[in-house]
């Protein structure tokens, strides 16, 4: 009864993609986790196409309830932030061909849901992510580590009732997806236990 | 023996997308035009989707040579940006799924190819696409008219021998299509004859 959370950390040289499961209880667990990479000698067509491709293969393979990206701002680093927003939206289009909720967090957000700490390290980060997952280190490279604090952090936040909207999930129309009832059920009885 | 160009002036609110057919002479007729639209209240990923899925539509009906589609940097409007980044993302990789080669112009490149004035304003490059294109009017909304004066601009730039690297066509691999062979071709003996 676990939710199945595609992370992903969008980018055009590496498009960090993870697979984790949360149980009701907030145990997660790393399914897979691997990065896209693309050189920036490749046309920027064929670029995009690959991580199309990656995406494409990634949700067939590992089904998951909802898909988590990483909200693209417009950064200080303006060399690198329009193909961030590219590969972005191509990963966010993957998910609405096949019916799969997408949501959208911050880096603080994800910072602060893995850390405590919106200001927290790259390093912090990836240590956090290890110990969540009980891992021996953190996934590498960055991304990758990135990625699956990034489905760490919806799985936690999307399990309570009626988040969808602080959470940024854009597929509203659908509502939850049957293991997201099932989860915010089981998780109003456990805070009715508690 | 056109060169049949589709141009995407690409935006989250309006997709403009064209089709041109240029002719090794430089005669320009427009195939057909269209705006994609979605609204601000649709949630992202089903906004990026619709944009998917027209711009699927339009490349199976119309099968160009190339598509032309318009840089995006990151300008001063960032609310605006990322949205027109994710559009562009996803029209590019819709080209490159299906072999179609892609190229990107500046809107500067743009305004100077149809109007010889880089700084052109949006009526002067409207009203050349319109005489251009032997139309009564300009086509409308204007993110229509920038498609179109993409598409313009690339069959007139593209036809030149050689000026692949310089319009930006980023799928190297397949070279010149056959149409844009037998064109280069065309305009050579033009040039010889002039």
Redesign the interface.
């Given at each position: 009864m676990a939710l199945r959370v595609v992370g992903v950390d969008p980018g055009l040289t590496r498009c960090g993609l993870a697979v984790v499961d949360v149980e009701p209880n907030r145990r997660a667990s790393l399914v897979d986790v691997t990065v896209v990479g693309t050189s920036p000698d490749t046309?920027?067509?064929?670029r995009?196409?690959a991580?199309?491709e990656g995406i494409d293969a990634w949700l067939d393979q590992h089904c998951p309830d909802v898909l988590a990206v990483e909200r693209?701002?417009?950064q200080l680093n303006?060399s690198t932030?329009?193909g961030t927003?590219?590969?972005?939206?191509?990963v966010?289009?993957a998910?609405?061909?096949r019916g799969i909720?997408?949501a959208?967090h911050t880096p603080t957000e994800v910072k602060a849901a893995v850390t405590g700490s919106g200001q927290a390290s790259k390093a912090a980060v990836g240590k956090m992510v290890a110990k969540i997952l009980r891992l021996a280190e953190p996934p590498k490279p960055a991304d990758a580590a990135d990625a699956a604090a990034l489905a760490i952090t919806h799985g936690w936040r999307g399990a309570a009732p009626g988040s969808q909207a602080s959470t940024g999930v854009?597929?509203?129309?659908s509502g939850l997806t049957p293991a997201q009832r099932a989860w915010a059920a089981a998780e109003a009885a456990t805070r009715q236990r508690g």
């Open positions: 046309p920027l067509d064929q995009l196409l991580i199309a693209v701002f417009s303006v932030v329009m927003a590219q590969a972005s939206g191509i966010i289009v998910a609405a061909r909720p997408v959208l854009t597929a509203g129309s």
